[in-house]
Nanobody, 121 residues
């Protein structure tokens, strides 16, 4: 059984910073991609940023220069450093992993339970 657990959400004033963490556990053979999505109230879930096992990253245009995805996929951990937060960053943030669970050979997408980030004065 594979689980992704996020932590680090909360409330912050505009211009502030938060760091989210994600830990994957279970019988994992290989993780190909880990990343973060977010879903604001009444909107579709959208990519924030992700990183491949080879180290390639991509970000949504709206967070480039402010957010950084980092971690150690080999150790099943991922972080999202969020700086210069804006009210429009308010959303539930979800960790995801595209991984191969042991003993299969297929890749599946797993999601964390989500953590709320609220940016407000």
């Amino acid at each position: 059984q594979v689980q992704l657990v996020e932590s680090g959400g909360g409330s912050v004033q505009p211009g502030g910073s938060l760091r989210l963490s994600c830990a994957a556990s279970g019988t994992i053979f290989r993780i190909n991609v880990m990343g973060w999505y977010r879903q604001a109230l009444g909107k579709q879930r959208e990519l924030v940023g992700d990183v491949t096992s080879g180290g390639s990253t991509r970000y949504a245009d709206s967070v480039k220069g402010r957010f950084t995805v980092s971690g150690d996929i080999a150790k099943n951990t991922l972080y999202l450093q969020m700086n210069s937060l804006k009210p429009e960053d308010t959303a539930v943030y979800y960790c995801l992993a595209d991984l191969v669970p042991f003993p299969t050979t297929s890749t599946y997408r797993y999601w964390g339970q989500g953590t709320q980030v609220t940016v407000s004065s």
